[in-house]
Every structure is written in C-alpha cells, then in structure tokens.
C-alpha cells in the first residue's frame, strides 16, 4: 500500500506528520546548541546568539507539536465521521500556508537576530513575547489556518457520523482558535499584559491541548486494543468536566506573580495537579478491559507509546507541575530550572509521546499491514530502543535540570534573597554546573533517540516478506 491509497484525510495527515518530524528533529538540534551556549557562552557568538537558539528551541517544539494534532485529527477524521472530508482542497490551501509561513518565520528568526523594538518589529520580525514570538502578521495566519481546520472538522462531523469524540473535539477547536487571540493584543499595563499572555500558554497550550489530546487517546484504544467507545468516551467526559476546573481554575498559580489577590495561592495551587488523571485513568481501564476479554494490540509500537503517554503525562504534568506550582513553593522555584525540568517532562510525557504513537498507527496504514504486532520481532528492535533511549534521556534531563533547580532555589531565592549577587553565585556554583553538565549528556541520549525513531519510522513495516519469513521460523 502507498500513500496515494490512503483517504483524503490521510493524505493530508500525512504532510503534516512529515513536517512535524523535521521540527521535531530541528527542536532536539536547536535544544543541543542552546544547552552547549549555556556552558560556553562564546560558542559560535556572533553568528548564532543563545537567545535566537532558545527562541527556535522552544518555538519548534510548540509548532511540531500543533502539526502533529492536526496531523492526527485528520487522520481519524473520515474513519470516525464515516464520510470524506469536507472542503479538503481547502484543508491543503492551510498546510501550505502554515508550512510557508512557519519557514520565513524561522528565516527571519535566523537572520535578523538584532535590531530595535518597535511596531516593524512586531509586525515582521519578533513580538519579543516567549513561547509566542512570532510576528504579527504569523500570528494572524496560524489563526486562519485554525479556523480552515475548524470548518473542515466541523463541517465533516456535521454531515457525518456524530459521536462522543466527535463532539468534545469539535467544541474543543473552539477554543484551540479563539484563546490564541488572547495575545495578540498589547495593554500599557505589564501585569494586565502578563494576565492576557498566561491565557495563550495556560489555557492554550494546557488546557486545550489536553482536551485535544484525550480525544486522540480515547480513539487510538479503539484502534489499537479494540477498546469499547464506551468506556473511553465516559473518561473523555469527565477529563472534559474536570477540564474546567483545573485547566482554567488552575492558571490562578500563575496570576498570583503579577499581582493579582491572594487567594489565588489555594485555588491556582489546588486545581493545578488535576488534569492528566482522568487520561491515566482511560488507559488504565483499557487495558484491563483488554485483559478480559483476551483481545490483542494489533499496534505493538503504538500501544507503547500511548501508554507512555498515560504515565508521562501524569509524572510530568501533575506531579512535577504539582511540586512546583504550589505558590507557597513557587516563591522558591519560579524562573530556575526547577521550571525548565517541570517543562521538559511535561511537554515530552503529555504530548510528544501521543503524537508518535499516532505517527505510528499512520505507518502501519501507509505499509499496508494489517499488524504491528508479532510480525516485528525480527525486525522491531528499531521503535524499542528509540522508546528507551527517549524517555531515558528526557527523564535524566529532568533530573538533572531538578538539581540545577534545587541548588538555585536555596542559593539564589532562601540564602541570596532573589539578588543579583544571589543569581550569579547560584549560576557559577558547582552544583548547578554539573547539573548543566549532565543535562547535555542525556541531551545526547535524547538525540540518539530521535534519530532512531526517524530510522524506524522510515523502514518499519517496509518488508513484510521478511517479517513474516522470521516469524514463521520463530514459530518453528
């Protein structure tokens, strides 16, 4: 099978996962000269500054992310509405207009690494807001495009089949268009400012997407372990129910640094550890649903990856974002490292590890096979150890960010009093150097990683004759 027999919906998944791989890869790589230029700062000075490589960092890992959503959506979109897409032509006018406008984006970031900052600026070059750099113009195309993916959900399910998944995503895209806008616009006042921007990064990117990501979870169990719609839809609804209260209620931890009452430190501090656990909670069930009724995952590197997923989303997001988040901690941590650990973790364990397993379930479809399963014991060393070396190199990450943290939350905030003599002794103390030093090392892990992944992904599943030929002699 090739991908010119995939559905149009398909198709179009397909280009977006592509272009999600390199900026995975274009991440880990701009994540590897960010973490060098934090020990040498006079690594390539003049010519790639640190806060150009963070910037790409960071923004790459955003926008890869967002592809590989909308890569999956439209993945499972003609199968779960059980009729093509509708407008698909202009579904593609989107792909390239976003692929087109992420490339000049990064360009400009690449190129004009100086400069004033002024209303050119932050209309072509840099908005100079972290997380959401991108330029005006940039920011209004993303929003278009979000919108043309809207009416094509949106206007399939309502022709369609109509479902449980249905309905969550469909409200859910709402919400992924709408609360972008919160910054794209600028008040005098830093701390109001501040308030509009933590909406776009809280509400955005940990509210929306964790929504976004539960519907992907719910549909690739059925697919993978051939789990009720019940079951999964039940947790759906209640990630969705509790959605409103942590996801939004739990921002407050954020509120409180720039001003806002003190009553915030118990509800942003309450709420803010409550997401990931409905997910851990459907992959659970699912599981043993499986285990009674002697079903089999017909997606050995899928099934894998979404049960990282369960586990990676709740270490990362609740329980580091819980330890840290707390304001009574959070005087302690905010702005160290203890922060970049909780967002590694986090980012890598809730999202980063769905959107394979969902690369994954594409590549089975596109080699044609009807199973991921046994057929790739000779052959599957490739996906296990890119499993491995991935989250071991994340995790050892977050440990070594965690106690480059903890030395600078004593040195810097308990002993220092958040001073600048405070910084400084924290940033050249042996224990944040050698957690700096480490985090590299695993950095490399990391990249070993994904450059397994991308391997696997190419061939996997691309001799079926040999695959089966060593299965049968494994039988014998």
């Given at each position: 099978?090739?991908?010119?027999?995939?559905?149009?919906?398909?198709q179009?998944?397909v280009?977006?996962?592509?272009?999600?791989?390199?900026l995975?890869?274009?991440?880990?790589?701009?994540?590897?000269?960010?973490?060098i230029?934090?020990?040498a700062?006079?690594?390539?000075?003049?010519?790639?500054?640190?806060?150009v490589?963070?910037?790409?960092?960071?923004?790459?890992?955003i926008?890869?992310?967002?592809?590989?959503?909308?890569?999956?959506?439209?993945?499972l979109?003609?199968?779960?509405s059980e009729?093509?897409?509708?407008?698909?032509?202009?579904?593609n006018?989107?792909?390239?207009?976003?692929t087109?406008?992420?490339?000049?984006?990064?360009?400009v970031?690449?190129?004009?690494?100086?400069?004033?900052?002024?209303?050119?600026?932050?209309?072509f070059?840099?908005e100079?807001?972290e997380?959401?750099?991108?330029?005006?113009?940039a920011?209004?195309?993303i929003?278009?495009?979000?919108?043309i993916?809207?009416?094509?959900?949106?206007?399939?399910?309502?022709?369609g089949?109509?479902?449980?998944?249905?309905?969550?995503?469909?409200l859910d895209l709402?919400?992924?268009?709408?609360i972008?806008?919160?910054?794209?616009?600028?008040?005098?006042?830093?701390?109001?400012?501040?308030?509009?921007?933590?909406?776009?990064?809280?509400l955005?990117?940990?509210?929306?997407?964790?929504v976004l990501?539960?519907?992907?979870m719910?549909?690739?169990?059925?697919?993978?372990l051939?789990?009720?719609?019940?079951?999964?839809?039940?947790?759906?609804?209640?990630?969705?129910?509790?959605?409103?209260?942590?996801?939004?209620?739990g921002?407050?931890?954020?509120y409180f640094?720039?001003?806002?009452?003190?009553?915030w430190?118990?509800?942003g501090g309450l709420?803010?550890?409550?997401?990931?656990?409905p997910?851990?909670?459907?992959?659970?069930?699912?599981v043993?649903?499986?285990?009674?009724?002697?079903?089999?995952g017909?997606?050995?590197?899928?099934?894998?990856?979404?049960?990282?997923?369960?586990?990676?989303?709740?270490?990362?997001?609740?329980?580091?974002?819980?330890?840290?988040?707390?304001?009574?901690i959070n005087?302690?941590?905010?702005?160290?490292?203890?922060?970049a650990s909780?967002g590694?973790?986090?980012?890598?364990?809730a999202?980063?590890?769905i959107?394979?397993a969902?690369?994954?379930?594409a590549?089975?479809?596109?080699?044609g096979?009807s199973?991921?399963g046994?057929?790739?014991?000779?052959?599957?060393?490739?996906?296990?150890?890119?499993?491995?070396?991935?989250n071991?190199g994340?995790?050892?990450?977050?440990?070594a960010?965690l106690?480059?943290?903890?030395?600078?939350?004593?040195?810097?905030?308990?002993?220092?009093?958040?001073?600048?003599?405070?910084?400084?002794?924290?940033?050249?103390?042996?224990?944040?150097?050698?957690?700096?030093?480490?985090?590299?090392?695993?950095g490399?892990?990391?990249?070993?990683?994904?450059v397994?992944?991308?391997?696997?992904?190419?061939?996997i599943g691309?001799?079926?004759?040999?695959?089966?030929?060593?299965?049968?002699?494994?039988?014998?």
């Amino acid at each position: 099978m090739s991908i010119a027999n995939l559905n149009g919906g398909q198709q179009l998944a397909v280009k977006y996962f592509i272009v999600a791989v390199v900026l995975f890869v274009a991440q880990i790589l701009f994540g590897m000269l960010s973490g060098i230029q934090y020990l040498a700062p006079d690594f390539l000075q003049g010519v790639l500054s640190f806060n150009v490589t963070r910037t790409v960092h960071i923004n790459a890992m955003i926008v890869w992310m967002l592809y590989g959503f909308i890569g999956s959506v439209y993945w499972l979109l003609e199968e779960e509405s059980e009729i093509e897409v509708v407008g698909l032509k202009l579904g593609n006018l989107g792909f390239w207009v976003l692929t087109s406008a992420v490339a000049v984006v990064v360009l400009v970031f690449l190129f004009v690494q100086t400069g004033p900052g002024d209303d050119f600026t932050r209309w072509f070059v840099n908005e100079g807001r972290e997380y959401i750099e991108a330029p005006r113009w940039a920011d209004i195309g993303i929003v278009i495009c979000m919108l043309i993916f809207f009416y094509n959900v949106a206007a399939t399910f309502s022709k369609g089949k109509w479902s449980g998944i249905a309905g969550v995503l469909t409200l859910d895209l709402v919400a992924l268009a709408g609360i972008y806008l919160a910054g794209m616009f600028y008040t005098t006042n830093i701390s109001v400012d501040q308030y509009w921007w933590w909406w776009v990064i809280h509400l955005w990117v940990e509210a929306t997407w964790e929504v976004l990501v539960a519907c992907l979870m719910a549909w690739g169990l059925m697919k993978t372990l051939g789990v009720s719609r019940k079951i999964v839809t039940t947790w759906l609804y209640i990630e969705v129910a509790l959605m409103f209260g942590s996801g939004i209620l739990g921002i407050g931890h954020h509120y409180f640094w720039i001003g806002t009452p003190e009553y915030w430190f118990s509800i942003g501090g309450l709420f803010s550890a409550l997401e990931p656990i409905p997910l851990v909670a459907m992959v659970v069930h699912a599981v043993y649903d499986s285990g009674v009724r002697h079903t089999k995952g017909n997606n050995n590197p899928a099934l894998a990856w979404f049960i990282t997923h369960a586990f990676g989303n709740f270490f990362g997001a609740g329980v580091w974002g819980f330890m840290h988040t707390l304001p009574q901690i959070n005087l302690y941590t905010h702005g160290t490292q203890w922060s970049a650990s909780h967002g590694h973790l986090a980012f890598f364990g809730a999202y980063a590890t769905i959107i394979i397993a969902m690369f994954y379930i594409a590549a089975q479809y596109v080699r044609g096979q009807s199973s991921f399963g046994p057929a790739l014991l000779g052959n599957g060393w490739k996906w296990k150890w890119a499993l491995g070396l991935l989250n071991f190199g994340v995790v050892g990450m977050t440990v070594a960010l965690l106690i480059s943290g903890y030395e600078q939350s004593f040195i810097e905030r308990a002993v220092g009093g958040s001073t600048w003599m405070g910084y400084f002794a924290a940033q050249i103390h042996p224990w944040f150097v050698q957690g700096m030093q480490w985090r590299m090392i695993f950095g490399l892990i990391t990249s070993a990683g994904i450059v397994l992944l991308v391997w696997d992904l190419l061939t996997i599943g691309k001799h079926p004759a040999v695959e089966k030929s060593g299965q049968a002699q494994t039988a014998s």
